[in-house]
């Protein structure tokens, strides 16, 4: 198969380079995108005179045949043909004939290339910020569902003050909805049109770029054309939103495995999400949750990968571009297969509350409260909390806990302690008076998800 | 010294745990911002009733006190008070007496160092987008200054097509736009106040979140407290956008090196700007554009640090956060030391003017035109790419350029080659021609000069 | 399809998660080595009497049968059988009875795994080496053939001191000698058999993995269980080593894609090697070596990802460890397909003898000479250089070489200088003075070339 | 301070220049290595006759007498004199006069630096070795103490079989293993001089490469001067391995905060390793773990760092360079001390025995060794793995041990099981009968630690 730069060339390529530099076994997954933005360019050619309205349409008719074959497995993508902006072409010419080699007018696969990976980004990122919604929605219900549970409240993975259950799944919520919104900056900068900046100076033909924003929904038109073919901050900027996402689904994943341990009884997984051992008959893994927190480090990977790639290139294109695409496609995948599963799995956990609720009212978890009582009697909080520190090593000697120390055994550590002491130490009551903003009382916590309902709507 | 949660312990902390767990040999930095957070924090509580008014006033004043002492040197940090904010506590309450043991009331370390690293990083990323501002308006003096040089632009590096030396470094105003709009984004996300979240639960006590958030000049309130104490995405989103705003750095770092090459011989550096060589008497180094090169490393590194060290940590706070410090501060660090010597080096560059004019008509760069003019003759593209081809080879064969083929020469390639092609083969006209928007005609880079210029303001 | 290990489960495993959790869609490529350890496997199981002489036998043949059935492409991998494990053993069940289900005996898909993954990457770290042998015998070739070319060495990519082109090929074969070196270390490390480790604690049975361990080739045998089923040491080593050898290979491409600039003019890429513009009909671009430099992306992104995985878990086996794969997988092919194409390329490359000649002698490069003959007349190496760099200056002002200095001029600068300083001044001069062991001197090469010679074999 | 490089430049270098290239603020610490060099530098050019007896001397004299000086806290580093080579250099000319401008004869920052470098890793490797080795020999002597105590052995973090907790903590001492056989296969590559190199092209004066080497202790002689001046592969090296190292002990500092939780009460950690709580007097936080968790990030970050920095770079040195030596500390630094305080800590973990074992019975455990009575008794192992599934399914329906199970319950199940099973299902029993080779059984395990300890001596 002739290249289409083949003029000026005497030998022809090397098998070995043909593969080595082919970018379709990947980039097929583009072709939507590319005949998208090529009928897009073609409607503008024609409209503009640069190819006559007939060609136009004649192109037109021609790409959308080849999507629809596309669509319907009919086509047949190769290698020798490099990639997917030239598979296109080259079905279409065969298709049409010689008009077919008007498409590339105005245009090169410099700016083509940054076309399609922005309109695939864009639609993906839209894809990503709904599954998060839902993922959001799934733990808000949860979250509403077990708005009376107890549970420690985990600092140092030690139990610090009870908490309610509720409380700990909206902080994941919050993550979240972070997580949206740096999306939603991000996509802002996806949904710009590089088309129309060609090789890397422009045109000497009278292109309407903004015609063909218009047409492919854009939202703002590249404003410098060297910049527009080497510039893929916005795939970095979708990789790092990625990474600190999956970041986020690592830390709950790494719960939901430490929950289901023995140990803890917090929490039972859904057999349908689980597996076994292929030696021991007994064993019921966590696998989905263990999956999402190793596949953190793929997404990582890919975004130093790219950020990587693009250090200490000169300007513009460079073919170390073709290098974006692997990460991206991988990380798109990845992001959109965790949230899924996740969101899958959630609704079938059973929370152990029973358990949770006794666990919070182990280790002294309530002794802060003691040490706001002091201070509520006026003593320093410092000193308040050495106090308590006592109060606590004196009960571990003991073997006692905080409600079995008389207010004599209290007094003996601060005379101002009085008897309504008691009404702070159990955790119902901790929990009840954490009523500052975002805080863990019910109340508090109520207000939290009427916000974050709003929010996701 | 006795630590401040002894109360509880039989032993005393080894000196070896002393010296692995302190903070106080880098956190000290944050003493400013730790103290300002400490102030609205006795406000509040005094106007609260939590404490009395008078203690508040003590408090705020000791800490006053304190500031001074730092700022004037007259402050010794010591190791075995772990952090900033025991080492100034600490202070506090000697200098004020148990009053200053107040200071901490429903405040915790927790939520005490996330508000000292935001109030830090809000600061500096102010400062960091100031400074790129501040470059972006160097790059474009210098952009109207050479509005009239061409140059050869490059893709593959090889010279691709002629464009204006302007245009060229308004790809890298574009790129800063870019990094500050990112800034700008994560400012929105960093702003946020998390004092209030106390441990992780919120407290007992009656405080008021929105006063203090007013007092330090907040947008948000951070509105889930186990969320609050152990997110960390504002300091990698940062460093997510220092990683990018390097990568540019090191793009034009490498350009810089490639054009004081004798190769290129694109530049000459200012003396004050290079170094010598302590063996090669000869040598002037752009060393200041490599080491911008190799510091793009340490940024990169700074961000996985981040990311790693979040990786899989359960709810809320664990002491692995402490770990965010190192690599945010050295990163401030370095892209402000890169963005103020790169902005110091600029203005003094000799751009060797002819030389770049020179070369934009080498190469036969102005190939393109050629395929254009035959497109405007009504050849598609792909044959006018072929036709162009041959002739490129042809002119190579016979070391020959463009202008130095006859009329009858270049019909040979085809019949429907005109004389106006003399018109488009000079590199002034292929510039001149390439109006589209984003291009590199004079008209359109003046365009882009306008509306950067009133974007930086 | 009943999962190995349903007996437990009561709810059929998610559509979702099979696809989740498979792996058989990227560790199909094992099945060579999965069947190669199964075979050892039975062998020893039939030797110890666990199973019967015979069940061993038809399970090998059933083995080798599917092993067949794989290369001719008859082999059908089935997603809901999970893993390259199941696959086969299903099939083997199929094809010979519930025979198969002996095969697992005393083994479980921790240990298998860890077998395979090291079968493999003996196998491909093999390859690699022998690779990396063909690209420096290469390199030497050439190195051999281009003994009398001077070209300019550069340091911070000035030119320093006239080089050979030899000496500087010559660099990238030591390094690729280390590569090997490192290769062969972590060859040690992987060549360590994992299987007869089962689940993590070992097995009552009585197996004989010193036998299964000849069977396979294995230079030892992992002494810990625990250790050896959640161990990927070997894995990121591999990695690690492969971040290496891109990173000698991205500098490679880096000076591939200088010399072809227009501006270096030191060698013309083979046009089966280069490829065209889409746009731009005069371009020939170096994309192998862009490529290339790109990929370094990638590998150092894998690196990262597995250790990313790794980070923090727990013993023993988890399933984030079934990360691991794509990351060795995508760098396997990625490293020997960069080391296939450079080794295609290089023959082909011409290079521009005469070009590099001259610019060995511009700007200035024996100035070192000249500062070395100071030191030879008594002067301090600090005060010659001083003196050198007033000479330099001198004839840059002066728009002079060395040469066009008159022996008075010299001495205008030091009295010391003596007419024989001329015999120091040129390029020639220059290298062939360079004697010390490692220098630039046509010897001092030739000695180099000889060693390697010896280490490559 | 007039710079030793000035001879050709016509201005000054400005202070923001000054200060963004200079390495001394860091550098610093290599003064013991650089003297050390620079002294069997002399002594060679004293002994070669390139400089005097007397100069080579009085220049030794020198350097010793700036040893002492900065030994001893009386020696002033400054930046304008850039790194610690020109700041050494510069005291001994001021401490000998023009006689110090000869130390530099015959090489060049670029080969000094390296060799500083050289010396530095050399020494700081074998000092972790050495740590290494510590923590070897008292996880060891743990393992020793523990040889009787049985804990459940997990896999997905789910109890799989009972393993001794001796040889759960072999699998770190095989791990540190690993890690010291890689440091020292890298000190290979580490050990070998490239001084003599020179700027980049070796040197025309009469040096003596062996005889420094001698003086060094180095086991080798760099080969080829171009690479020995641009070749970071043994730091990266070093990186990597200490990337790997920091990976385990970021495995056993998770453990060691999983079993510190009151879930696990697997171990209680001594008070002198741990901290309390700034606002809950209760908790006593395993700070060394988490530290040791976190700081796993700065280590994989500082390995990015330097491979980043040396994507792409052209031979031969650049400045990036400099980048290395920030990374390279940091690390050497956290690997130290990481490994210092967890020795410091470990005699001192109290080990919950009895928990370890009362739960090392929990969760059927010796599912596996039913499967493996079912196997000696004719029943392939897919089809016993199935039964006991059932068992354990009907236990787990009927609150059941399987010690509670009747024979005829048993028999239910499949009727060749025989009333020995009962000698199998006790966790004691389990752990005895693991008798392979790397097992669990006491006699596997104490072979291991014979083995071990024979390694680490």
Redesign the interface.
Known sequence: MK????????????K??E???ESISFDNRLWRYDIEGSIAHAKMLGKQG?ITKEDSEEIIRGLKEIAREIETGRFRFKEDLEDI??NI?NAL?KKIG?????????????DQVALDLRLYLRAETKEIISLIKKLQKTLLNTATKYLNTLM????????????LLS??L???V??LQ?DR??LE?TL??INIIPL??????????P?D??YVAKLLGFKG???????????R?FA??FL?NA??LI?HL??F???L??W?????RFIEL???????????????????A??I??????V????????????????????????DK??IFDTVDTVK?CL??LN??LPGIKFNTERMFE?AG????T??????HL??KGI????A?????????YC?KNRKQFRELSINEFKKFSPVITKDIYS?IEVED??K?????????PD?VKK?IR?LGSLIG
Request: hydrophobic share 30%.
């Open positions: 290249k289409p730069w083949a003029g000026r060339f005497r030998e022809k390529t090397s070995i380079v593969h080595f530099t640069i902006h030239m072409e010419t010689p008009i077919g080699g008007k498409l590339h007018t105005a245009r090169s696969r410099n420690p409240g985990y600092t140092h993975m030690q139990r610090a003050q009870p908490v409380h700990h909206l902080a994941y919050e993550m972070r919104e740096r900056d802002k900068r129309g900046s060609c090789a890397l100076a422009g045109t000497t033909l292109i770029r903004g038109i590249s404003e410098n054309s060297i910049d527009a073919v080497s510039d901050d970095i900027e790092s990474a600190i970041m690592s830390r994943a790494e719960e495995i430490l289901s341990t023995e140990e803890f859904p057999d349908a999400f689980t597996t076994g051992s292929s030696i021991m008959p007994q064993k019921k893994n966590p696998d989905v263990e999956l927190r190793g596949k953190t480090g793929r990582y990977g890919n975004l130093l990968s790219l950020l990587t790639t693009m250090k200490g290139l000169p300007l513009s294109y460079n073919r170390d571009l073709q290098e692997v990460p297969s899924t599963v899958g799995m666990t182990e280790g002294y978890s002794a802060t409260d003691i040490a706001e201070v509520r320093p909080f410092r000193k909390h050495e106090i308590t520190g006592e109060i606590v090593l571990i702070y901790s929990v008076t954490k009523t500052s903003r975002g805080g863990t009382s508090a939290q916000r």
